[in-house]
């Protein structure tokens, strides 16, 4: 569809119970100029023939079917295969409120609003971003969760020093660097593939919506647009141990470097230096819950001496140092406290409350 102004890019794997509704949310839409591009990775359930489905009764409707490949690499080929001036997200698990394209593309620059630009040199380079409600599926809760930055337009002096000065090391993000829940200038995505490595699995969008929001020369973060829906089901609540998740944390990292210095970021190695040390939160929360005996095939002793490791070969008591706030999320403190000096027992006693703890009490405390 040529003349849709956005573009949504769904990627899709194995989402047979859930991409109806994903899909049903974005071509319901009250703003109806749009393309929905459904990507299929690989998926081995049903999730493939549905997405065919609604192309079949839905001239809106792109369906690209792939081989294999991950999140990252799904999305970017979306992306390159899509035609909207403007790119949106959404996984295929969430589903989006009517109104949310009409609302964002309202905050667009006036005169790119109502045109495809995708070929339009002189258009501003733009994100609009709106706020997500959490739901849980397992006690049919929400959640809203939104910015640190105050709602509003930020353009110039305002988005370099409160925006782009501040996009990285927060507990709270400044801006939410999910690529969900955007409304993208095509080009703020097309100029910084190049940054982009598919095969970081965690904090994946960081590599992508760090340069995309450096470059930006307007964003608009919506107030009380609690659009996107983020769904928590209670298998998403279980923990699987990802045994890449601390080589991948390390290649973001040099990712981000090269990224803020090619972008000219004042303080940015200070800002890597905070960010890596909340991505590292994560990583060990990965660890430290990682089961062991039969189930995991490693003893108690092998995982309190891999994180050991990490803590030694990242010099973590140093690391800390940058952050002497702390963290107000418990889980997040506990940590700092076991990273400020990791010995083997120490680690040991954080493992085993970890250990001790319900899946349906665990919190991140890092927004994605």
Known sequence: MNGSVISVIVP??????????????????????????????????????????????????????????????????GLKESSGGYVSFLDADDWIEPEMFSRMRACL??????????????????????????????????????????????EGQALQEQIKNRILGNEDRTVILSRCMKLISRKLLEDNLKYCDPS?????????????????????????????????????????????MYDGIVRLRDILSRVLQDKQVPGGERMLQREFLFLLLIEMKNELRRPAGRVGGVSDREIVHRIYSICK????????RCCPEGSKNTANALILWMLKNPGTIRISLVRTIFMAQTPQSRQTGYRK
């Not at 107030?223 to 998403?236: I, K, L, R």
Request: with cysteine; charged share 25%.
């Open 313 to 320: 070969k990242e010099n973590t008591p140093v690391l800390v």
């Open 12 to 77: 899709a794997y194995n989402n047979e119970s859930t991409i109806r509704r994903c899909a049903d949310s974005v071509l319901n839409q009250t703003d109806r100029k749009l393309q929905l591009v459904l990507v299929d990775d690989g998926s081995q359930d049903g999730t493939g023939a549905i997405c065919d489905e609604y192309a079949a009764k839905d001239d809106r409707v792109k369906v690209i079917h792939k081989q294999n490949e991950g999140l990252m690499a799904t999305w970017m080929r």
């Open 200 to 244: 970081i699995r965690m904090a994946e969008d960081v590599n992508i919506m760090t340069p995309v929001l450096l470059d930006a020369e307007r964003v608009v973060l919506m107030e009380d647009a609690y659009f996107y829906h983020y769904t928590y089901s209670t298998e998403s609540m279980v923990h699987r141990y990802d045994a890449g």
């Open 109 to 154: 620059t006036e005169d790119t609003a109502v045109q495809n630009v995708r070929s339009a040199g002189a258009a501003p380079q733009e994100v609009v971003c709106c706020s997500y409600t959490i739901d849980r599926e397992w006690n049919h809760s929400q959640e809203k969760k939104t910015h640190a930055a105050k709602p509003g337009i930020y």
